[in-house]
């Protein structure tokens, strides 16, 4: 279910930001499952100027690697590679990192796995 609802949620960030929407402020307590219809985004108050739709998939990415108890980005890389493309995948992995320092005292140190997951995106988003 897990993986369901996380190719649910990339699938619908992904067609809103081809739409020209940024969601902002993407967290869990800003995102709703349901059995029925899936992957629910709410709470639009925050309004983001600039690389919004990158900081909107930074904090996807943060936390759904954070609140996965085996901390493993395998589900996230397919998902990724599918949108590579459309995304600056250094800036994501900028804001993720900041994230991630911020955050080492509530879910831990989780630069590894973060490096892992990025840096095959990084290499092959950077090259013309």
């Not at 709410?42 to 904090?59: C, M, V």
């Not at 890389?77 to 911020?102: C, H, P």
């Amino acid at each position: 279910d897990a993986k369901r609802t996380l190719g649910e949620l990339f699938e619908d960030l992904v067609k809103a930001h081809q739409a020209g929407i940024v969601y902002g402020d993407r967290w869990p307590h800003n995102i709703l499952v349901d059995p029925a219809l899936g992957a629910i985004n709410i709470d639009f108050d925050l309004k983001l100027e600039g690389p919004g739709k990158e900081l909107d998939l930074a904090q996807v990415i943060f936390y759904a690697i954070a609140l996965d108890k085996d901390r493993s980005p395998a589900a996230l890389a397919s998902l990724l590679r599918n949108v590579q493309k459309d995304y600056d995948f250094n800036l994501i992995k900028k804001f993720v990192g900041t994230k991630e320092l911020r955050s080492r005292k509530k879910y831990g140190d989780l630069s590894g796995v973060f490096q892992d997951l990025f840096e095959p995106l990084c290499m092959t988003n950077s090259e013309p």
